[in-house]
């Protein structure tokens, strides 16, 4: 967004020749002070008046006035630009696993919750043609975003999404149905579903494989990333429902076997990330595999602020005018 003037040479010469204006006039007439010593013989004079500082605030308001009307004549304008996309990128839908140990603290000091959203996050900003959408599975599964270009929905509902709140199970398969049943109904061509979990499916009614298989019949390209690695881990988060904080050590079993046999089923693509850097070397891959053709062209706008600047003008011009004739009788 940029300000300026659609007749920028009277613009400047305004803010050049305004001020010597302003000197030159205040040079040639002193303020007036009116002074009326007057009475009636052998009585009480009068009170003297001093106006020295309405007239100065007259003349402060009209100069102002007069500048403001100026400025409005250069049409002082603002001037901005938008990307229009002439096509339509992939459809991407995250599903985030939400269970309690998305909180084991082995990502360079962060959670493998708080990891995954900034990593979902960055990735969302980099792919502006893309629709995105964000899942969650928990006890139940649950689509938070359906895709879309809205980022700053998309982001909101990532930021406070927490660690158990559908629940401290892991509906892998869910997750993945959830998916399909809203990839399956997209135009678009290129549908992509990305797993994120660091554990084995212990919940939901549809098995994960099952639910796989799902988005390799409809086209859909699965990727599964499993976070974390197995041992003792630190623990810490609280639980949302209860507000109680758990703390301690969580004895992480990942079991990377069933996430590669679930990404089999699917044809799709198994990414190991037991640290920070392989997680964020994971969607690196993603977005270097999963290209999509970028068109665009920019629209640009214009709005005039002549009006913000002519109102202010004709109402400090009126003011002077009608305190000078009706209250101060045009003496001033």
Same mark, same amino acid.
């Given at each position: 967004m940029?300000f300026?003037? &659609?007749?920028?040479i009277m +613009?400047a #010469?305004?803010?050049?020749?305004?001020? =010597?204006?302003?000197? @030159?006039v205040s040079r040639?007439k002193?303020?007036?002070?009116?002074?009326?010593?007057?009475?009636?013989?052998?009585?009480i004079?009068?009170?003297?008046?001093h106006?020295?500082?309405?007239?100065?605030?007259?003349?402060v308001?009209?100069?102002?006035?007069?500048?403001?009307?100026?400025l409005s004549?250069?049409?002082?304008?603002?001037?901005t630009?938008?990307?229009?996309w002439?096509?339509?990128?992939?459809d991407?839908?995250?599903v985030?696993?939400?269970s309690?140990?998305?909180?084991a603290?082995?990502?360079?000091?962060?959670?493998?919750?708080a990891?995954?959203?900034r990593?979902i996050?960055?990735?969302?900003a980099?792919?502006p043609? &893309?629709?995105i959408?964000? +899942?969650? #599975?928990?006890?139940?599964?649950a689509? =938070?975003?359906?895709? @879309?270009s809205?980022r700053?929905a998309?982001?909101?509902?990532?930021?406070?999404?927490?660690?158990?709140?559908?629940?401290?199970?892991t509906?892998l398969g869910?997750g993945?149905?959830v998916a399909?049943?809203?990839?399956d109904?997209?135009n678009?061509?290129?549908?992509v579903?990305?797993?994120?979990t660091?554990g084995e499916?212990?919940?939901g009614?549809?098995h994960?494989?099952t639910a796989?298989?799902?988005?390799?019949?409809?086209?859909?390209?699965?990727?599964?990333?499993?976070?974390?690695?197995?041992?003792?881990?630190?623990?810490?988060?609280?639980?949302?429902r209860?507000?109680?904080?758990?703390?301690?050590t969580?004895?992480?079993?990942?079991d990377a076997?069933s996430?590669?046999?679930l990404s089999?089923?699917g044809?799709g693509?198994?990414?190991?990330?037991?640290s920070?850097?392989?997680?964020?070397?994971a969607?690196s891959?993603?977005?270097?595999?999963?290209?999509?053709?970028?068109?665009s062209?920019?629209i640009?706008?214009?709005?005039?602020?002549s009006?913000?600047?002519?109102l202010?003008a004709v109402c400090?011009l009126?003011?002077?005018r009608?305190?000078r004739?009706?209250?101060?009788?045009?003496?001033?």
């Open positions: 940029n300026g003037f &659609d007749r920028p +613009a #010469a305004i803010f050049i020749l305004f001020p =010597l204006a302003v000197i @030159t040639l002193n303020p007036f002070i009116a002074v009326i010593p007057l009475g009636a013989p052998g009585g004079p009068f009170r003297t008046i106006m020295s500082g309405l007239v100065k605030l007259l003349k308001m009209e100069y102002a006035g007069v500048l403001l009307l100026c004549a250069a049409g002082p304008s603002i001037k630009h938008e990307t229009v002439l096509n339509r990128g992939a991407i839908i995250f985030l696993d939400t309690p140990s998305m909180a603290i082995d990502m360079d000091g962060q959670n493998r919750f990891a995954a959203k990593l996050a960055e990735f969302s980099k792919r043609s &893309d629709n959408g964000l +899942a969650a #599975a928990g006890d139940d599964a689509m =938070l975003v359906p895709p @879309t809205d700053d998309l982001v909101y509902r990532l930021e406070n999404l927490m660690i158990g709140e559908l629940g401290d199970g509906a869910m993945l149905a399909a049943y809203h990839l109904k997209s678009a061509r290129r549908k579903a990305v797993l994120i660091d499916n212990n919940a009614a549809i994960p494989e796989a298989s799902m988005l390799r019949d409809i086209g859909v390209s699965l990727w599964v990333i499993g976070l974390g690695s197995a041992g003792e881990v630190p623990i810490d988060y609280t639980d949302p209860t507000k109680i904080r758990r703390t301690g969580f004895d992480s079993r990942f076997e996430l590669r046999s089999a089923a044809s693509t198994y990414i190991a990330a037991p920070a850097a392989a997680f964020a070397a969607f891959q993603l977005d270097e595999s999963e290209i999509t053709v970028q068109r062209r920019l640009y706008r214009k709005k005039s602020l009006v913000y600047f002519l202010p400090l009126a003011a002077v009608f305190t004739r009706q209250i101060l009788g045009a003496v001033l």
